[in-house]
C-alpha cells in the first residue's frame, strides 16, 4: 500500500496571536508555537496503524508552507513516516484550492493508494484542501471519517463518516482514494526513540512551489480582522473567593442549589 | 425544466428525503443576498423522491424550487450531488450557489468547484455587497480572529454557517403577487442512475450509540474541555457537579477523543444538543461545532482563563480565571456557606 498524509503546519491557537502591520495574516515571530494541525496527527496515525499491520506500506507526509512547516514534516517522520516532501510556499495563507492544486500537481504521477487528509485545518478553517485534491485527481473521497477499514481484497476502505448529530453514514470507497479524518478515531503515537533517529538520517524532499503552480484560485484574502467583543454577559469581578461566591448565590438565586 | 435563470441557487439537505429544517435558514440568506427579492432565486432539494417536498415549501415561501432525485441521494451523497448538480443548473446560468455549511457539504462545493471551474469559499458568517463584487466574512483561528475574502470567478459557491442567518417566521417577505412556477424536476441523467462508478457508495446510516448519562434530562451541565488540563482534574469537574441535585458531566470533543469521557457525554455539533437551566463551560474555548450543541440553555456560564475566550460572546455571566485554582475554591464556599446551613 502507497499512502500520502497531508499535514499542515499551524500556530498554536493559544498563543496570543496578534494581526500584523499589513492585516494581511498573524505576526509571525518566534512567540508563536507552531505544530501539526491536530486533524493532521490523526490523519497520520491512521496511517502508521496501516504500516504497522501491512508489510510493504509505505507512507510518505507532505506539507505546504514557509521554511517554518519543515519541522513538522521532520516531526512526522520520527513518528514513523518513511518520506517528507516540503512544498515551499512564503504565503502562509494560502486559499484552499492553491493548496490543493500544489498538492495535486504533485502527487498527479506517483500513484497513491489512499492519501490521508485532515477533516479542517485549524488556522483556515476550509474542509476545502482534501476533497479539492481528489476531484483534481478525479478520484473519490470520504470526509470526517471516525473509522476506516480495508476490504475487498485492499481495493476498497469501508468508512463510517460522521453526520450532524452524531448520525453515522456507512460508505465504501474503491482505492485509490482520499480520506479526511477527523479527531478521536486512534490514539496518534508519540515517536520512538528509534525512529527519531532513523528520522535524522532521512533527507526531506524541497520543492519550490513555483515549479509546481499551474493555476491560480479565484479566491482573494483581502484581510482579517479581530471579532467585535459582543458579549452581553456579565463579568463577575472580585477575588478569587468573591467570584466563588458571586456564583453561588447566582446558582442559589435561580434554586439550582 | 423551465428556462428561467436564477441568480441564486440554494442547495437544501435531506436525510432519507427528509428536510434538515436548519437548512431552510438558506432561504434568508439568500432573501438578504438579493435584498429581499427571491423571484430569481431557486430553491433545490436532492433526494429519492422529493416532489412533494418541493411543493411543500414553494407553498410555504413562495420560491420557486426544484427536484434533484436520483436513488444514490437518499443518503447522503456529496460526490453523486456534486456531479448532478453540475449536469443540472448550468442552464439557469447562476452567479451564487450556497449550501448549509457541514463536512459533507464542502465535500459537495469542493468537487463542484474543480468540475465548475468556480470559486468557493466556507463557514460563511456575513456578507457586503458592493455592486458586482462581494466580500464574504468567516472565522479562522477557531474564531479567534476573522477573514475577508473575495470570490472572483463567475459562479461563486457558499456554504453559510448555520444558526448566523435564523429563519423566523417573518423573516422571509412573502409577496402575496409573486408568480411562483410549479416545482421543476432534474432527474438524474439515465446513464448515471444506479451507477457505482464513482468509486463512492453510501451503504447505511447507524443512529448514534445511546446509553449512559442522558445529558437532555440534567437540569445543570458542567462541562470540560482541553483547559481542564489532565484526566485527573475531570474528578474537580464531577466534584462541581455535585453540588447540584440533579447535575451530569458534559465535554467538549477533545476530551471525548482522548477518551477521557465516553463519545456519549460530547456536546456539540456532532455530540449532543443539550438546554438546561445552567450550562457551566470549563476550560472550553467556544468553537462554532461547540457553541452549536449549548447556545439555547437557559443560563450560561464559561470559566476561561483567557479573556477573549470565544465563549464568553455567548456567556451570561464570564468569569476570568484558572479552573484548577477556581473550581476548589467553589466547591469549598459551597461548602462553607451551604452545607452547613
Ligand atoms: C466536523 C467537526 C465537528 C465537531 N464537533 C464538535 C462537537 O460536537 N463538540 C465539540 O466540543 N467540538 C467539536 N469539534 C471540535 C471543535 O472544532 C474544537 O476543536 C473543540 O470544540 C475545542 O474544544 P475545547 O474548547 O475543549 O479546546 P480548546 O479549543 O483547545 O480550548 C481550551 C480552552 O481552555 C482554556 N484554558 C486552558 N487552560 C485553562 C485553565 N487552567 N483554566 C481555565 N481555562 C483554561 C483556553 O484558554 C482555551 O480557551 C468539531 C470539529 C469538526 C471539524
Ligand atoms: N498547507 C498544507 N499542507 C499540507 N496539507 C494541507 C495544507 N493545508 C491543508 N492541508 C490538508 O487539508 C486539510 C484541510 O484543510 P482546510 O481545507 O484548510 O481546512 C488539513 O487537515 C490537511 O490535511
New interface residues.
Given amino acids: 500500500m502507497k499512502i500520502l498524509v497531508c499535514v499542515k503546519q499551524v500556530a498554536d491557537i493559544d498563543s496570543n496571536l496578534k494581526i500584523n502591520d499589513t492585516s494581511s495574516w498573524i505576526e509571525e515571530n518566534t512567540k508563536i508555537a507552531y505544530r501539526m494541525n491536530r486533524y493532521d496527527e490523526y490523519a497520520l496515525e491512521e496511517a502508521l496503524l496501516i504500516k504497522d499491520v501491512l508489510p510493504g506500506t509505505t507512507v510518505d507526509v507532505l506539507s505546504v508552507g514557509p521554511a517554518r512547516a519543515v519541522s513538522t514534516v521532520r516531526k512526522s517522520l520520527e513518528k514513523g513516516a518513511d518520506k517528507g516532501i516540503h512544498i515551499i510556499c512564503d504565503n502562509p495563507a494560502l486559499p484552499a484550492f492553491d493548496t490543493a492544486s500544489l498538492i495535486a500537481e504533485y502527487v498527479l504521477d506517483k500513484q497513491y493508494d489512499i492519501i490521508f487528509a485532515g477533516v479542517v485545518s485549524e488556522d483556515m478553517m476550509q474542509s476545502q484542501v482534501g476533497p479539492m485534491i481528489a476531484s483534481l485527481l478525479s478520484m473519490p473521497s470520504a470526509v470526517n471519517v471516525v473509522k476506516s477499514e480495508l476490504i475487498n481484497n485492499l481495493t476498497a476502505l469501508s468508512v463510517k463518516s460522521e453526520l450532524e448529530g452524531g448520525i453515522i453514514e456507512n460508505i465504501e470507497v474503491a482505492l485509490p482514494c482520499l480520506v479526511t479524518i477527523q479527531t478521536g478515531l486512534n490514539l496518534p503515537r508519540y515517536p520512538s526513540l528509534s525512529n527519531v533517529m532513523r528520522a535524522r538520517s532521512l533527507q526531506i524532499t524541497t520543492i519550490n512551489s513555483e515549479d509546481l503552480k499551474k493555476t491560480q484560485s479565484c479566491v482573494e484574502i483581502l484581510s482579517i480582522e479581530y471579532p467585535p467583543v459582543s458579549s452581553k454577559g456579565t463579568i463577575l469581578t472580585g477575588s478569587i473567593e468573591e467570584k466563588a461566591v458571586k456564583l453561588l448565590n447566582l446558582f442559589h438565586e435561580k434554586a439550582l442549589i | 425544466m423551465s428556462d428561467k435563470k436564477y441568480s441564486i441557487i440554494a442547495v437544501l439537505d435531506t436525510?432519507e428525503d427528509k428536510l434538515?429544517q436548519q437548512s431552510l435558514e438558506l432561504i434568508v440568506f439568500a432573501s438578504s443576498f438579493a435584498a429581499g427579492d427571491l423571484s430569481t432565486a431557486l430553491v433545490v432539494v436532492p433526494g429519492k423522491s422529493v416532489m412533494k417536498l418541493c411543493e411543500s415549501i414553494t407553498e410555504k415561501y413562495l420560491i420557486d424550487t426544484a427536484a434533484i432525485e436520483h436513488d444514490e441521494l437518499y443518503?447522503?451523497n456529496?460526490?453523486l450531488l456534486?456531479e448532478l448538480l453540475y449536469g443540472t443548473i448550468g442552464e439557469y446560468s447562476p452567479g451564487l450557489i450556497i449550501f448549509t455549511h457541514?463536512?459533507?457539504n464542502?465535500?459537495c462545493?469542493?468537487?463542484l468547484?474543480?468540475?465548475s471551474k468556480?470559486?468557493?469559499?466556507?463557514?460563511v458568517e456575513s456578507f457586503i455587497r458592493d455592486g458586482e463584487t462581494c466580500?464574504f466574512q468567516?472565522?479562522?483561528?477557531?474564531?479567534?480572529?476573522?477573514?475577508?475574502?473575495?470570490?472572483?470567478?463567475l459562479l461563486k459557491i457558499v456554504t453559510v454557517l448555520a444558526g448566523t442567518y435564523t429563519l423566523e417566521e417573518d423573516t422571509v417577505s412573502y409577496k402575496s403577487n409573486a408568480s411562483v412556477n410549479a416545482p421543476a424536476y432534474c432527474p438524474a441523467p439515465a446513464s448515471r442512475s444506479g451507477a457505482k462508478h464513482?468509486?463512492?457508495?453510501?451503504?447505511?446510516?447507524?443512529?448514534?450509540a445511546l446509553g449512559g448519562v442522558k445529558l437532555e434530562d440534567a437540569?445543570?451541565i458542567i462541562s470540560a474541555g482541553r483547559g481542564i488540563g489532565k484526566e485527573e482534574n475531570l474528578s474537580l469537574i464531577s466534584e462541581t457537579a455535585s453540588?447540584?441535585?440533579n447535575a451530569a458531566v458534559g465535554a467538549s470533543?477533545?476530551i471525548?477523543?482522548?477518551?477521557w469521557l465516553p463519545?456519549n457525554q460530547?456536546v456539540g455539533?456532532?455530540?449532543?444538543?443539550v438546554s438546561p437551566?445552567?450550562y457551566l463551560a470549563c476550560g472550553i474555548?467556544g468553537s462554532q461545532q461547540h457553541i452549536a450543541g449549548m447556545k439555547n440553555s437557559q443560563?450560561?456560564?464559561a470559566i476561561n482563563k483567557?479573556p477573549d475566550a470565544?465563549i464568553?460572546?455567548v456567556?451570561?455571566?464570564?468569569?476570568?480565571?484558572d479552573l484548577i485554582?477556581?473550581l476548589p475554591?467553589?466547591i469549598?464556599?459551597?461548602r462553607d456557606?451551604?452545607e452547613k446551613e
Fill in positions: 436525510i434538515i443518503y447522503p456529496p460526490e456534486a457541514t463536512v459533507r464542502s465535500q462545493t469542493a468537487k468547484s474543480v468540475i468556480s470559486s468557493t469559499v466556507t463557514a466580500i468567516r472565522s479562522i483561528f477557531n474564531g479567534k480572529l476573522k477573514i475577508n475574502q473575495r470570490l472572483n470567478a464513482y468509486g463512492y457508495k453510501p451503504i447505511s446510516l447507524s443512529p448514534e437540569d445543570v453540588i447540584f441535585e470533543r477533545p471525548c477523543d482522548q477518551r463519545f460530547q455539533i456532532t455530540g449532543r444538543t437551566k445552567l474555548s443560563c450560561i456560564v483567557d470565544a464568553f460572546s456567556s451570561d455571566y464570564i468569569i476570568v480565571e485554582y477556581f475554591v467553589l469549598r464556599k459551597y456557606i451551604y
